[in-house]
């Protein structure tokens, strides 16, 4: 895979998140549903942290904004990172796969810093009102922006019959997370350097093997 068909790809799910997080975004009330079916939903929510959630200020003795300031400045950073493994491994001529799992994971990774480096300048709040693209009061500021959630799959959603030790009559709910393209793109990429992880980083005489084939 060159240089242009990973653009491409990186182009069409950045576009794809964008879109979609901004139609939500001036369109749905903070916590609003709208179920297309019984196990899929779309409901916006909003991350101000990492994965699921979590926040660095509830892991480290440090404030909200300060948190959330490192968290993006971290993000940069791996975007950064990525990028540069991503422009070496098609330096290099890297299997299709490794490419293709690594274009996937950096554009998931640039979807989501979009929402935090940017939509607290453009956005005003979403709490009890649909908010307003480029807004006049926005609701926070550069780095400080919250990531847009809306898919949510709750492929099982029941209660746990009463005779169940600790969770009898609880609620139980399985997928929970409300996740977004970008973060598909993240999962996607991740999934096949696992799955795939042979034909990602064949060893040297799978290689030999590999353009012998290609030679015949």
Same mark, same amino acid.
């Given at each position: 895979?060159?240089?242009?068909?990973?653009?491409?790809?990186?182009?069409?799910?950045?576009?794809?998140?964008?879109?979609?997080?901004? $139609?939500?975004?001036?369109?749905?009330?903070?916590?609003?549903?709208?179920?297309?079916?019984?196990?899929?939903?779309?409901?916006?929510?909003?991350?101000?942290?990492?994965?699921?959630?979590?926040?660095?200020?509830?892991?480290?003795?440090?404030?909200?904004?300060?948190?959330?300031?490192?968290?993006?400045?971290?993000?940069?950073?791996?975007?950064?990172?990525?990028? $540069?493994?991503?422009?070496?491994?098609?330096?290099?001529?890297?299997?299709?796969?490794?490419?293709?799992?690594?274009?996937?994971?950096?554009?998931?990774?640039?979807?989501?810093?979009?929402?935090?480096?940017? $939509?607290?300048?453009?956005?005003?709040?979403?709490?009890?009102?649909?908010?307003?693209?480029?807004?006049?009061?926005? $609701?926070?500021?550069?780095?400080?922006?919250?990531?847009?959630?809306?898919?949510?799959?709750?492929?099982?959603?029941?209660?746990?019959?009463?005779?169940?030790?600790?969770?009898?009559?609880?609620?139980?709910?399985?997928?929970?997370?409300?996740?977004?393209?970008?973060?598909?793109?993240?999962?996607?990429?991740?999934?096949?350097?696992?799955?795939?992880?042979?034909?990602?980083?064949?060893?040297?005489?799978?290689?030999?093997?590999?353009?012998?084939?290609?030679?015949?």
């Amino acid at each position: 895979m060159n240089l242009k068909k990973s653009l491409i790809i990186i182009i069409l799910i950045l576009l794809v998140d964008q879109i979609s997080k901004i $139609y939500i975004k001036t369109n749905f009330i903070l916590g609003e549903a709208n179920e297309v079916f019984s196990w899929f939903k779309i409901l916006f929510i909003e991350n101000e942290g990492a994965a699921w959630g979590t926040k660095l200020s509830d892991l480290l003795p440090i404030s909200e904004p300060a948190g959330k300031l490192i968290l993006t400045i971290f993000r940069i950073f791996a975007v950064f990172g990525i990028g $540069y493994w991503l422009w070496d491994i098609i330096r290099k001529q890297s299997p299709k796969t490794l490419i293709l799992a690594v274009s996937l994971i950096f554009a998931g990774a640039v979807g989501n810093i979009i929402d935090s480096v940017f $939509y607290g300048l453009i956005f005003d709040h979403s709490n009890g009102q649909v908010a307003t693209l480029f807004a006049e009061e926005p $609701y926070g500021s550069l780095f400080h922006g919250k990531v847009v959630d809306m898919l949510y799959f709750p492929l099982v959603d029941t209660t746990w019959p009463d005779w169940v030790p600790s969770w009898g009559g609880q609620r139980f709910r399985f997928f929970e997370p409300v996740f977004n393209i970008a973060d598909t793109a993240i999962s996607t990429g991740v999934g096949i350097l696992i799955v795939f992880n042979k034909k990602a980083f064949p060893k040297e005489e799978d290689k030999k093997e590999a353009a012998a084939d290609q030679n015949v």
